[in-house]
């Protein structure tokens, strides 16, 4: 009883999906893949597709967003999210039944308790998610530019979290991106870079945090290996695991 359970289906800039599920309920964060994709990546995991019972979505960009809304028909689901990231969608996107929730204000879905917070990244009000069920907190913290006090602070309360772990700063200062892209990458509405996470991680963890997902890496500014070396001081401490782009993850209990 009170089994709960996380897999990342997809994480990456290419797609982002993240499941959170007990024995008879379970949500999915953003659907950045194509509904097919996605019910795929479900059936192989062997997720049990009647269980969800909503799609949440953290901003508007197409990784987050682009399946939502035919995932939303076949699955008869509802779709969370705030009214700015609605109209800030393309329109052949948007869901076609769209539940508004506000930022920094906790409510229920099903057994779950969702708490949508405010974080730093170029989109037009996007949000973090911590979701708890029987006392255990799971948190999807991606798409973040630096780590604010809101971060920091839901950060402490999790067991384990989707942590975004997005570029080596080497390889982006390096890499092949156009000037203006780097700065927006690197800057404080960008994305974490593996220094940064393991910071955040250092010096802000909980004492019940066990599990660490590390998400959103860059395909061309990162690679895993990389990501993964940063954090390997800590293995002895947390569990550490890569997520992919191309693979759901194992599914781990919390």
């Known amino acids: 009883m009170n089994k709960l359970e996380i897999c990342a289906l997809a994480s990456g800039s290419n797609g982002n999906c993240y499941y959170i599920g007990n024995e ?20 192989e995991k062997q997720i049990d597709q009647s269980k969800i019972k909503a ?39 948007r869901p076609d039944t769209p539940r508004w929730f506000e930022p ?12 949508p917070f405010t974080k730093q990244h170029d989109a037009a009000d996007a949000c973090s998610f911590r979701i708890s ?12 530019g630096e780590a604010c006090e809101k971060v920091k602070s839901e950060f402490a309360k999790c067991h384990a979290v989707f942590l975004e772990s997005n570029y080596d ?11 203006h892209l780097k700065q927006r990458v690197a800057s404080s509405i960008g994305h974490l870079s593996n220094d940064q996470a393991f910071v955040l ?39 550490i695991e890569l997520t992919s782009r191309h693979r759901a993850t194992e599914i781990r209990s919390v």
Not at 24 to 43: F, M, N
Not at 104 to 115: I, R, W, Y
Not at 169 to 179: A, D, I, Q, S, V
Not at 219 to 232: H, R
Request: glycine residues 6%; charged residues 25%.
């Open 55 to 93: 799609v949440l979505i953290t901003h508007e960009h197409s990784d987050h967003c682009r399946g939502a809304r035919v995932l939303s028909k076949r699955l008869h689901l509802p779709v969370y999210l705030t009214k700015k990231t609605f109209l800030a969608m393309r329109k052949a996107v």
């Open 24 to 43: 008879t309920e379970a949500l999915l964060i953003d659907a950045g893949l194509s509904a097919r994709q996605l019910q795929v990546r479900l059936a």
């Open 201 to 239: 991680l250092k010096e802000f963890a909980g004492n019940e945090l066990h599990t660490i997902l590390l998400s959103h890496i860059s395909g061309e500014n990162n690679t895993p290996e990389k990501a993964y070396s940063v954090f390997e001081s800590l293995k002895e401490q947390y569990r």
């Open 169 to 179: 700063e080497e390889m982006l200062k390096n890499g092949r991106y156009p000037y």
């Open 133 to 144: 069920y029987a006392g255990k907190h799971v948190g999807v913290m991606t798409d973040i």
């Open 104 to 115: 920094n204000f906790e409510f229920q879905l099903g057994e779950f308790s969702v708490f």
